[in-house]
C-alpha cells in the first residue's frame, strides 16, 4: 500500500453512497459495485464511516457492536469481500473507530446500569442529585452533556448525544478492550484507520464548572492523551499504518506531538480551524461571510509549523459533518465550476494528505431543504428548536441549517440525472437537490472539462511530482486577501500555486515570470508559458511548474 505522504484518501459514508438492494439505504455491497469508480479516481486509501451495530441515533457514530455489521448495512461477509475487492484495486480501507464513546445500547453500558460496578467503572458516573448535574459542560449536540439515571442516583457524561455515553479510559480495561477491537479488524485486513474525536479521550482528574464555557477546554488534548496513544499504537502494532485522529478543538502543539513520527502516535491528524472562518465569533449557529484573510493565515501557521517540526497534516475541505464546500466558500451557480475546481487546487497542492468526501469530486452542493421534516441529523434537530427558543423565526432557524447542518454533506452520492440520482431504486433515506440533473457521475465522467476529471488530474499529479508530495512549503502574497498562493520547493524543481478566491478579476500586486514554466493544470483555458501572469479570472487557478532552477 502506498505511503501515507504520497497517499490521496476518499471518504465514504456508506449510508449515502449506493444502495445496492432498493430500500433507499447505501450499504457495503453498494460499495462494492462502485470500487471500480473509486479506483478510477487514483485513489490509494477508503476511508468508511462507521456501518457496525447501532441505534443509529448519530448514523453510527453511536456503537453497539464493535465487531458486528448493522444488517441495514450487510453482513460480515460483505465486509471481508469489500476489504479483499479493494485489495485486488491497489486500495485499503481505513476503518473508522468511535472510541471515545459507545452506544448507550451497548452491553457495557446496559450492565452498567444495572448497576454492575465493573462497567459502571467503563463509564463516567458522578454523584449528584437529581436537579444539579456535576458541572455546568455541554453537549456538543445542544444542552447538558450529563443525564441522570434515577435508579442509580448518579450521572453520566455524554460529550454528543445523550445515547453517547463516554468512556473512561483511565480504566485500564477499557484500554485493552478498545485494542482488542483494533486487532479484531486488523486481522481481518483493515489497512488503517481513522480515531473519531480521538483528542477528548482523556477526561481531566477534577469535574468542575467551567466559568468561560462550555468545558471543551478541560478535556480537549486532556492530561493524558499522548500516553493513550501511544499505548494504543504500540500495543496493537499499527505503527506503520495510516491512522488519522480527529482532533476537536485542538491545537498546533499538541497535533505536532500526534503527527511527528518520533512520537510514535499517529500519521496525521485532521483539525478543524480553517472551517470556522465563517463561524461568527467561534459559534456555528451564527452565520458569517468566510474572513479569508484568517483561513489563509490558518494555513500559512499550520502548513510552515508542521513542516518545521516534522509534523504531518491531513487536508481537506469536506467530511460527512461539514457543509459543501462549493456553497460555503466557492459560488455553486455562475461560477459553479470554476470555483469547485480552484478549491480542490487550494488543498491537493499543499504538503498533507489529501481526503476527497464522496460527491466533492462532482462539485456537490449544499442541500437547500425548505422544511425542518427535511433533516435528519440530531445535531441539526437539537440546533433548530435552540434557535427557535433563542427568538429566530422558522425561516431564519431555516436559514441557518441550510448553510451549516451536517445534513448538506449527507444527501445520497449523485449517480445520474434520472429519478433518485442512480443511488437507489426507492426513495431515499434523506432528500436529493435538484441539481443532480446536471451534477452527477455520469455527465461528469462524459465532459473532459468536467470537476470531476479535474479531481482525477490534481490526484494523478501528486502520485507523478515529488514535489506535490514532498517540497517545502513558502506562502505567497500575504498581503492580498483575495489571493491564496503558495510555492513548493524540491531539488532543482519549483512549483508555483496561485489561487483567486473570489469572484472579480484580480491584478497580482506581483506579477508571476512565467518564462521557461510549464502548466500542470488550471480551471481556465489559457497558455501562460514564456508570459507574465499579471491577472486573475474569477476563482481562477494556476499551478505552473518551473524547470531546473540553478
Ligand atoms: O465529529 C466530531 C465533532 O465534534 C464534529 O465534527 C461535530 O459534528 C461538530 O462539532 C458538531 O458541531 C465526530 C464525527 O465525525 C461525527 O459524525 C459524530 O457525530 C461525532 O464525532 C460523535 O461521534
Ligand atoms: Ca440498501
Known sequence: ?????????????????YDSNGDGIGDIRGIIEKLDYIRSLGVDYIWSTPFFVSPLNDNGYDVEDYRKIHPLFGTMADVEELIAEAGKRG???????????????????????????????????????ADTPPTNWQSKFGGSAWEYVPSLKKWYLHLFDVTQADLNWENPRVREELKDVIRFWKDKGVKGFRFDVVNLISKPEVYEDDTQGDGKRF?????????????????????????????????????????????????MCFNFHH???????????????????????????????????????????????????VSRMGDEEKYWKESAKMLATCVHMLRGTPYIFQGEELGMTNTGYSNISEYRDVESINYYHILLEEGKTQEEALEVLGQRSRDNSRSPMQWDAGTYAGFSESKPWIGIPDNHSYINVTME?????????????????RKQYAVIQEGAIEFLYQEQQEVFGYKRLLGGQELLVVNNLTGQ??????????????????????????????????????????????
Not at 450492565?111 to 458516573?125: H, R, S, T
Not at 465522467?445 to 499529479?461: G, T
Open 445 to 461: 465522467e462524459q465532459d473532459p472539462d468536467s470537476i470531476l476529471n479535474y479531481y482525477r488530474k490534481l490526484i494523478q499529479l
Open 219 to 267: 478535556y480537549s488534548d486532556g492530561p493524558h492523551i499522548h500516553e493513550y496513544l501511544k499505548e494504543l499504537v504500540a500495543d496493537t502494532g499499527i505503527g506503520d499504518m495510516v491512522t488519522v485522529g480527529e482532533m476537536s478543538a485542538t491545537n498546533l502543539e499538541n497535533c505536532l506531538r500526534y503527527s511527528n513520527p518520533d512520537e510514535k502516535e499517529l500519521s
Open 91 to 129: 486500495m485499503g480501507l481505513m476503518f473508522d473507530m468511535v472510541f471515545n464513546h459507545t452506544s448507550t445500547h451497548h452491553e457495557w453500558f446496559q450492565k452498567a446500569l444495572l448497576g454492575d460496578p465493573e462497567y459502571m467503572d467503563y463509564y463516567i458516573f458522578k454523584d449528584g442529585g
Open 275 to 325: 472551517l470556522k472562518v465563517d463561524y461568527k465569533d467561534g459559534k456555528k449557529w451564527e452565520l458569517m461571510k468566510p474572513d479569508y484573510q484568517e483561513l489563509k493565515k490558518l494555513f500559512e501557521t499550520w502548513q510552515t509549523e508542521m513542516q518545521k517540526q516534522n509534523g504531518w497534516n491531513a487536508v481537506f475541505w469536506c467530511n460527512h459533518d461539514q457543509p459543501r464546500i
Open 1 to 17: 500500500m502506498a505511503d501515507f505522504k504520497s497517499s490521496t484518501i476518499y471518504q465514504v459514508y456508506p449510508k449515502s453512497f
Open 505 to 550: 478579476e484580480v491584478v497580482l500586486q506581483t506579477p508571476v515570470d512565467c518564462g521557461g514554466c510549464e502548466c500542470l493544470i488550471g480551471n481556465y483555458q489559457k497558455e501562460v508559458s514564456g508570459d507574465w501572469l499579471e491577472t486573475l479570472q474569477s476563482y481562477e487557478s494556476v499551478v505552473l511548474l518551473k524547470k531546473n532552477l540553478q
